[in-house]
């Protein structure tokens, strides 16, 4: 069965300092990636995703992530981070197709910024 | 503008009442579904909708209905025999279930239920 493991559930940064939240994923075969980031009481916004192709996979609002197979993991990076990048964010996993496509979300990363 | 509406913002129910939660999406989707969000656990899956007039349980339908008579609408239902509803509910659309893969979901803003 596919899982999604975000061993952070909580990180702490500094604004203008680098970014990596980690996801790691359990799958057999190529698993289709992504992440989303949740502002409180909102709805989810996809930040980027990963199905095949280039192992780097940039995002919106300057965020990156990158696959690395044999680490099953998809961690999210981003070189400096601005105030407005607090909230929590999801890394998520699919697979396959039909119902087998329903994504298994990660119990989140909260992320706080410090000025 | 394309999207997805839910409504109400927030909704009280009282122990006993069934209450519905609405989603609406003007993206033209196949695909719909309805995800229960607590404290650290995540999103987990309640329904989802493939096409107009089917539906299939998710990991945690016990206590909640649905319905798809229309294309652009999937309301949810908690009913009574959900035990414990206080959640936020969130509700996603995608262009269709994907025959080769997941395609990418899109949200609404959301409800947050309260039992008094």
């Known amino acids: 069965a596919q899982s999604v493991t975000q061993p952070d559930i909580h990180i702490t940064v500094s604004e203008g300092a680098s970014l990596e939240l980690r996801c790691n994923y359990s799958?057999?075969?190529?698993?289709?990636l992504f992440w989303y980031v949740q502002s409180p009481g909102q709805g989810l916004q996809l930040l980027l995703k990963?199905?095949?192709?280039?192992?780097l996979v940039q995002g919106i609002k300057g965020f990156e992530a990158e696959f690395k197979r044999s680490q099953s993991s998809f961690n999210l990076r981003k070189p400096s981070v601005h105030w407005s990048d607090a909230a929590e964010y999801f890394c998520a996993v699919g697979a396959g197709g039909g119902s087998q496509g329903n994504l298994i979300f990660g119990k989140g990363t909260k992320l706080s910024v410090k000025p | 503008d394309g999207g997805i509406t839910q409504s109400p913002k927030y909704l009280f129910r009282k122990e006993g009442q069934n209450v519905t939660l609405s989603c609406e999406q003007n993206?033209?989707?196949?695909?719909m579904y309805w995800y229960r969000q607590d404290p650290g656990q995540g999103l987990r899956l309640i329904y989802y909708?493939?096409?107009?007039?089917?539906?299939q349980k998710g990991d945690i339908a016990e206590g909640y209905s649905v319905s798809r008579e229309k294309k652009e609408s999937f309301p949810l239902t908690v009913t009574s025999a959900q035990k414990n509803p206080t959640a936020f509910y969130l509700c996603a659309s995608s262009i269709d279930q994907g025959l080769a893969g997941p395609n990418e979901q899109f949200f609404g803003p959301g409800t947050r239920l309260t039992v008094l």
């Open positions: 799958y057999g075969a190529t698993p289709y």
């Open positions: 993206l033209n989707h196949d695909a």
């Open positions: 990963y199905f095949s192709g280039d192992t």
């Open positions: 909708s493939q096409i107009v007039n089917d539906f």
